[in-house]
């Protein structure tokens, strides 16, 4: 009787771990399944899609060994161009303190950049010039 019902069990457990493996074997990122195949190109929006993950360094360091220091360059690709932006209305507001455009822009910017204190200290300036913002 003990044999049959853990017999039984097994095969249920089998059987369900089977169909979840089923599953999520299923529900791998396309993404993912290029990276694991080697396609250099899938590999930046892969990091930058796993950049807030825990393993995100190892990674980017296993594929800079695989691929050279470019995949880096192309991971920030997009954080070089807004800090570069950043400056560029940085040093207008040198020029023009006045300039709403400016500091609306370097709300949004750092908005994106995650600096939220920076972000609304700009946008305060800004609707102090003009309100309707």
């Known amino acids: 009787m003990i044999k049959k019902f853990a017999w039984g069990t097994f095969l249920s457990l089998a059987a369900t771990y089977m169909v979840i493996n089923l599953v999520f074997s299923q529900l791998i990122s396309p993404l993912y399944f290029k990276q694991i195949v080697n396609e250099k190109n ?3 929006p892969y990091l ?3 950049r807030s993950l825990p393993t995100f360094k190892k990674d980017l360091i296993l594929y800079k060994n695989l691929y050279g220091k470019r995949i880096e360059e192309e991971v ?3 954080d070089t161009l807004r800090k570069n932006k950043i400056q560029e209305l940085e040093n207008l ?3 023009n303190p ?3 455009d400016a500091l609306y822009n370097l709300y949004l910017l750092y908005s994106q950049a995650g600096n939220e204190t920076k972000a609304l200290d700009y946008l305060n300036k800004a609707k102090q010039i003009d309100p309707a913002l």
């Open 93 to 95: 507001l040198q020029k």
């Open 76 to 78: 920030f690709y997009s």
């Open 42 to 44: 899938a590999i930046v």
């Open 48 to 50: 930058q899609s796993v």
């Open 98 to 100: 006045s300039s709403r």
